[in-house]
């Protein structure tokens, strides 16, 4: 069929979500994302826009007075909110990476996040809250779910995190697909052809929608939706749809690729889930993965979470534990982290400079 593209044939997979907060590009795409993520690094891109240099402006003479963090979280939920009417779900920010030792600072920042966008007239069913998924994290999750602001586990490496992810009443979850690290070094991009088969992370996703259709099926409980992150190819982004995620967060990069790339595949014979987990059954060739885990080494056994342990118990400390004795995961949160550190940081001179240029007029 004629004008069909690579992002056409996502668009039947899977539910496609837009992992950036630029109006301009979101109005530019050629479908309706359904939700629209962020995190640090997507926002302090979007303040520094002369698209959104208005809000930021106002943001700052309403807010400065109180500081660069409560300008960026008001900047953040604005921008957000003008993008609500262009997506057919849920906006979402972060939590600062400052707090992921301290599940009080995280619950009080979300609440903070909720009651902006309240005064934005974003409802509560059009807005969630990316949380970095520690143990803190995840005890926060508890209370915030309980309350009704929802919340997306984010920054997710291992099987524990996914397991404490539903434990903890998580609407939403993204594993990072890669490392962050591989964005800035190729020589950590996995070289493989049949990504499903073959990436590294592969079988711990496996293992994660096994584990959510596994509680589902036990339970009837609604469990967290995946909405993984962090590709680095339209490629990977396609194969989230074979290993039977109903959604997938896209760059603005990935976008423009897969707009770019006439899909020369033969038809789709599968339409996207209508559930995330009812229907869910992992395609024959991929069954060996469930017990498969390449990413771990020899100081732990991937293979050793066990959906039977509360892992938010103890105040976060089992989860914080099985965290630690995962290399991989170790790392990777610690590398995000440092990453969203960096861009908060930026925001915040940026966010400094504006206050001290006001107080001078
Ligand atoms: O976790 C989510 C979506 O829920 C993402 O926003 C996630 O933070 C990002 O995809 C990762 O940080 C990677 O960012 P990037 O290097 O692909 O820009």
Excluded at 51 to 74: A, H, M
Excluded at 82 to 106: E, F, Y
Excluded at 177 to 184: G, P, V
Excluded at 296 to 306: D, M, P, R, V, Y
Aim: with cysteine; charged share 20%; net charge negative.
């Amino acid at each position: 069929m004629a004008g069909r593209t690579l992002l056409t044939r996502l668009d039947e997979l899977c539910n496609v979500d837009v992992d950036d907060a630029d109006i301009e590009f979101i109005k530019s795409l050629p479908l309706k994302p359904y939700n629209q993520t962020s995190n640090q690094a997507i926002i302090t891109q979007a303040i520094t826009s002369t698209t959104n240099r208005p809000i930021l402006r106002d943001c700052i003479k309403n807010y400065g007075s109180q500081g660069w963090e409560t300008v960026f979280e008001r900047v953040s939920v604005r921008i957000c909110a003008n993008n609500v009417p262009l997506i057919m779900g849920r906006v979402l920010i972060q939590t600062s990476p400052k707090h992921i030792h301290d599940d009080m600072a995280i619950v009080n920042q979300c609440r903070r996040f909720a009651a902006a966008f309240e005064e934005a007239g974003v409802p509560r069913d059009r807005f969630a809250i990316k949380i970095p998924f520690t143990g803190s994290g995840a005890v926060a999750s508890r209370t915030l779910n309980a309350e009704g602001i929802r919340t997306l586990a984010t920054a997710v490496f291992c099987l524990e995190q996914a397991i404490a992810a539903s434990q903890s009443g998580c609407l939403l979850i993204s594993p990072y697909f890669n490392e962050i690290a591989a964005h800035f070094d190729p020589a950590l991009r996995p070289n493989v052809v049949d990504t499903a088969l073959e990436h590294p992370m592969s079988p711990r996703i496996i293992q994660m929608l096994e584990a959510f259709k596994t509680f589902y099926t036990e339970t009837g409980e609604e469990q967290p939706i995946m909405v993984i992150a962090s590709h680095l190819s339209p490629e990977e982004v396609l194969a989230m749809a074979e290993l039977g995620c109903q959604h997938v967060t896209v760059s603005q990069d990935n976008y423009r690729q897969l707009i770019a790339s006439p899909d020369e595949s033969p038809a789709t014979t599968r339409t996207k889930p209508t559930h995330p987990y009812a229907g869910l059954s992992t395609p024959e060739r991929l069954q060996s993965l469930a017990q498969k885990d390449p990413l771990s080494g020899t100081e732990k056994n991937g293979l050793a979470a066990s959906l039977d342990t509360d892992y938010v118990a103890q105040n976060g400390k089992i989860l914080d534990a099985a965290i630690e004795r995962d290399y991989v995961a170790t790392k990777r949160m610690n590398d995000a982290m440092k990453f969203f550190t960096e861009w908060e940081e930026k925001a915040k001179q940026i966010i400094e400079d504006g206050i001290s240029k006001l107080s001078l007029t």
